[in-house]
């Protein structure tokens, strides 16, 4: 069963950091494509961030803020995300694409206020 759990949200103030983090197993997560959405109140589904073996992608939004990486050896996908702005409250989250399905994990809230 493919099963992706993020984790690391939180509340933080403006400028301030996190770092999400999703776990991912019942796939061969080497080979999948990983991305990063999240969703705000209100609003559509946004895509944030994507990673293959080696190329990064990132919406225009958060291009110079986020970083996506992954660790294979942990299965584990993860988003830095630096100076963060009100804009980017949001539920986050993980999504696997493995043998033409997409996966999704079940969020985890980022809320930035003072």
């Known amino acids: 069963q493919v099963q992706l759990v993020e984790s690391g949200g939180g509340l933080v103030q403006p400028g301030g950091s996190l770092r999400l983090s999703c776990a991912a197993s019942g796939f061969t997560f080497s080979v999948a494509a990983m991305s990063w959405y999240r969703q705000a109140p209100g609003k559509e589904r946004e895509w944030v961030a994507s990673i293959t073996r080696s190329v990064t992608m990132y919406a225009d939004s958060v291009k110079g803020r986020f970083t996506i990486s992954r660790d294979n050896a942990k299965d584990t996908v993860y988003l830095q995300m630096n100076s963060l702005n009100t804009e980017d409250t949001a539920v986050y989250y993980c999504?696997?694409?493995?043998?033409?399905?997409?996966?999704w994990g079940q969020g985890t809230q980022v809320t930035v206020s003072s």
């Open positions: 999504k696997a694409l493995n043998s033409g399905h997409d996966y």
